[in-house]
């Protein structure tokens, strides 16, 4: 029997020895005021931050707090590959990792972990960590109503924008903008910025950079895309002042159309009338600037409406000029009826053809600036000596110049026109409107008795008869776009043997003198000055005696009403000629 009565077991824990081990890892925790990833001079340590040091497979190894002026070791460490993590936890929420690249003195990511590093013998591994406070970016996108690019307070913000950052060409960050047309992004490093605009395609950007940095608008359109200009981004600063500001285009449109019945209104059975030139001004305080032009055509969509125009155009004060075709197509009356989608537009208040003035502010529409034209009638006839008394211009028979004419109104007997012959005794009435007129002639001239009496229409017979009082031709009914050339006066006694060579008025020794020189002058008594301030009604002003010299002046000491002059020579038998008015 073999007894046992004792078993000892010695178990042996062998641990390395180290001999000398003087690997470290320390650095220091810094805040980076601008965010450069560089310990700057002046920039300050953060103390009583937990530092964690873990092998690169995660083991943790030891920790630490950083000391007063942010520095923070471990040391005794053997080789391997290790890495920090600071605990941004004991950091307020708005301290973010600095910039971090392999030439800047930041170590750490943005998860807060440093890359893992091999720790050699005798080697002190330095990692450094900044942080610092990110900028936010931003604000506004506002609807800029009245074009002036800058904010007003009655203008509102444009929700739902999409606003995309980009950095160096790349992507960074993207935010909406709310119902006020706010948008902020956070988080946003050092750098060069711009943001690019995605909206509704009606929104196009307004005037650019004016005034006001903080109220201004910083958009424009590049390449089809809208873009706002280049902005700076420094640490720890925040930019708040790029905004974008829109507007919409304002719309003019309407029909020019044939004003068939005459009753100026645009009645749905009229046509309108292609190939027609609208143009659209621009009033800029004391400038007018041409914006624009069009030519009618077919309204879209609707394929037997013709005559149709459309302009669109920035806000402000506007107003359309119509250019036809002929000047015999005259414009319609304004305004007639009470339905403004029929009125006509046209009231010449910007000159012939235009229409009044209109403001517009973004997103306007005035699509109801139609206007009628029609086509006038003109009168071109004669004033002739007829010498052999028959009453019938003959071609050897010699005309009468600087005879005045007057159209009248057969209605109302108001004189609506005056014109005068010229050399060869031709007349002219253009642009008149349909209806039923005469012709005035001077009292002072005899005229031959016409072949027959009334309506008649033979070109070359006299038509004076005494209709409408002595020397008025019976009246005629005048229809669209007619031409008459049958109104000639034949003259058979009570010329003046006066022709008149040149009428002017110039300036001498600070004063204006009005001269006239004729190429004949015979039996003249006087010279009468006449006066006008619309060419219409006239006041005697002066007279000069005749001196049988053919030239004479007379000086217009008068004050400023009067805009028109002329001279009428009287024989001593009472019998007169006018001269042209100047």
Request: proline share 3%; aromatic share 14%.
């Given at each position: 029997?073999?007894?046992?009565?004792?078993?000892?077991?010695?178990?042996?824990?062998?641990?390395?020895?180290?001999y000398?081990?003087?690997?470290?890892?320390?650095?220091?925790?810094?805040?980076?005021?601008d965010?450069?990833?560089?310990?700057?001079?002046g920039?300050?340590?953060?103390?009583?931050?937990?530092?964690?040091?873990l092998?690169c497979?995660?083991?943790?190894?030891?920790?630490?707090?950083?000391?007063?002026?942010?520095?923070?070791?471990?040391?005794n460490?053997n080789?391997?590959?290790y890495?920090?993590?600071?605990?941004?936890?004991?950091?307020?929420?708005?301290?973010?990792?600095?910039?971090?690249?392999?030439?800047?003195?930041?170590?750490?990511?943005l998860?807060?972990?440093?890359?893992c590093?091999?720790?050699?013998d005798?080697?002190?591994?330095?990692?450094?960590?900044?942080?610092?406070i990110?900028?936010?970016?931003?604000?506004?996108?506002w609807?800029?109503?009245?074009?002036?690019?800058?904010?007003?307070n009655?203008?509102s913000?444009?929700?739902?924008?999409?606003?995309?950052?980009?950095k160096?060409g790349?992507?960074i960050?993207?935010a909406?903008?709310?119902?006020?047309?706010?948008?902020?992004?956070t988080?946003?490093?050092?750098?060069?910025?711009?943001?690019?605009?995605?909206?509704?395609?009606?929104?196009?950007?307004?005037?650019?950079?004016?005034?006001n940095?903080?109220?201004?608008?910083?958009?424009?359109?590049?390449?089809e895309?809208?873009?706002?200009?280049?902005?700076?981004?420094?640490?720890?600063?925040?930019?708040?002042?790029?905004?974008?500001?829109?507007y919409?285009?304002?719309?003019?449109?309407?029909?020019?159309?044939?004003?068939?019945?005459?009753?100026?209104?645009?009645?749905?059975n009229?046509?309108?009338?292609n190939?027609v030139?609208?143009?659209?001004?621009?009033?800029?305080?004391?400038?007018?600037?041409?914006?624009?032009?069009?030519e009618?055509g077919?309204?879209?969509?609707f394929?037997?409406?013709?005559?149709y125009?459309?302009?669109?155009?920035?806000?402000?004060?506007?107003?359309?000029?119509v250019?036809?075709?002929s000047?015999?197509?005259l414009?319609?009356?304004p305004?007639?009826g009470?339905?403004?989608?029929?009125y006509?537009y046209?009231?010449h208040?910007?000159?012939?053809?235009t229409?009044?003035?209109?403001?517009v502010?973004?997103?306007?529409?005035h699509?109801?600036?139609?206007?009628?034209?029609?086509c006038?009638?003109t009168?071109?006839?004669?004033?002739?000596?007829d010498?052999?008394?028959?009453g019938?211009?003959?071609?050897n028979e010699a005309?009468?110049s600087?005879?005045?004419?007057?159209?009248?109104?057969a209605?109302t007997?108001?004189v609506?026109?005056?014109?005068?012959?010229?050399?060869?005794?031709?007349?002219?009435?253009d642009?008149?409107?349909?209806?039923?007129y005469?012709?005035?002639?001077?009292?002072?001239?005899?005229?031959?008795?016409p072949?027959?009496?009334?309506?008649?229409?033979?070109?070359?017979?006299?038509?004076?008869?005494?209709?409408?009082?002595?020397?008025?031709?019976?009246?005629?009914?005048f229809?669209?776009?007619?031409?008459?050339?049958?109104?000639?006066?034949?003259?058979?006694?009570?010329?003046?043997?006066v022709?008149?060579?040149?009428?002017e008025?110039?300036?001498?020794?600070?004063?204006?003198?009005?001269?006239w020189?004729?190429?004949?002058e015979?039996?003249v008594?006087k010279?009468t000055?006449?006066?006008?301030s619309?060419?219409?009604?006239?006041d005697?002003?002066?007279?000069?005696?005749?001196?049988?010299t053919?030239?004479?002046n007379?000086?217009?000491?008068?004050?400023?009403?009067?805009?028109?002059?002329?001279v009428?020579?009287?024989d001593f038998?009472?019998k007169?000629n006018?001269?042209?008015?100047?």
């Amino acid at each position: 029997m073999i007894t046992l009565k004792h078993i000892i077991i010695t178990i042996l824990i062998l641990f390395p020895i180290q001999y000398g081990v003087t690997q470290s890892i320390e650095g220091k925790l810094w805040f980076d005021g601008d965010l450069n990833g560089m310990i700057d001079g002046g920039e300050q340590g953060i103390s009583n931050i937990p530092i964690f040091l873990l092998r690169c497979n995660g083991q943790f190894v030891g920790s630490t707090v950083t000391n007063a002026t942010g520095d923070y070791a471990f040391s005794n460490l053997n080789p391997d590959n290790y890495k920090i993590y600071v605990n941004k936890a004991f950091l307020p929420n708005v301290y973010k990792p600095t910039i971090y690249s392999t030439t800047t003195d930041n170590k750490i990511q943005l998860n807060s972990y440093s890359l893992c590093e091999m720790i050699s013998d005798d080697e002190t591994l330095v990692i450094n960590a900044g942080f610092g406070i990110l900028s936010t970016i931003g604000d506004y996108v506002w609807e800029d109503t009245n074009y002036n690019g800058v904010q007003d307070n009655n203008e509102s913000g444009i929700h739902g924008v999409v606003v995309s950052a980009y950095k160096d060409g790349v992507l960074i960050k993207q935010a909406t903008t709310n119902s006020s047309g706010e948008f902020y992004m956070t988080g946003m490093y050092p750098g060069s910025y711009s943001f690019k605009y995605t909206m509704d395609a009606t929104y196009i950007p307004t005037k650019y950079q004016v005034g006001n940095a903080n109220l201004n608008s910083d958009v424009s359109r590049i390449d089809e895309e809208i873009w706002s200009s280049t902005f700076s981004v420094t640490g720890g600063t925040n930019v708040y002042n790029i905004d974008a500001g829109f507007y919409r285009c304002a719309e003019f449109c309407g029909q020019i159309y044939n004003d068939a019945n005459l009753n100026n209104l645009f009645d749905g059975n009229e046509n309108g009338i292609n190939g027609v030139t609208v143009q659209i001004w621009n009033i800029d305080g004391q400038d007018t600037i041409f914006a624009g032009s069009v030519e009618t055509g077919l309204k879209p969509g609707f394929p037997s409406e013709d005559g149709y125009y459309r302009f669109c155009v920035a806000p402000g004060t506007y107003f359309l000029k119509v250019i036809m075709p002929s000047s015999e197509w005259l414009a319609g009356s304004p305004f007639v009826g009470n339905n403004p989608n029929k009125y006509n537009y046209i009231t010449h208040q910007n000159g012939i053809n235009t229409t009044n003035t209109f403001t517009v502010t973004s997103g306007d529409s005035h699509c109801n600036i139609n206007n009628g034209f029609y086509c006038s009638a003109t009168i071109y006839s004669y004033v002739w000596i007829d010498s052999n008394f028959d009453g019938y211009m003959g071609s050897n028979e010699a005309r009468v110049s600087n005879c005045d004419v007057r159209l009248c109104d057969a209605s109302t007997n108001a004189v609506l026109n005056l014109t005068y012959t010229n050399s060869n005794g031709l007349f002219v009435f253009d642009s008149i409107t349909p209806g039923n007129y005469y012709l005035r002639f001077p009292n002072s001239l005899d005229f031959t008795v016409p072949i027959v009496s009334g309506n008649f229409y033979n070109v070359n017979d006299s038509k004076v008869d005494g209709a409408f009082g002595y020397a008025t031709t019976p009246s005629y009914s005048f229809s669209l776009c007619q031409e008459v050339n049958y109104l000639s006066a034949g003259v058979v006694s009570g010329l003046l043997p006066v022709t008149w060579l040149s009428i002017e008025i110039f300036g001498r020794d600070g004063q204006n003198t009005l001269s006239w020189e004729l190429s004949e002058e015979k039996n003249v008594q006087k010279y009468t000055i006449l006066a006008s301030s619309e060419g219409i009604s006239w006041d005697e002003v002066g007279e000069v005696v005749s001196s049988n010299t053919k030239k004479y002046n007379f000086i217009l000491d008068l004050d400023n009403r009067y805009t028109f002059f002329k001279v009428v020579a009287i024989d001593f038998d009472g019998k007169m000629n006018t001269s042209p008015i100047v």
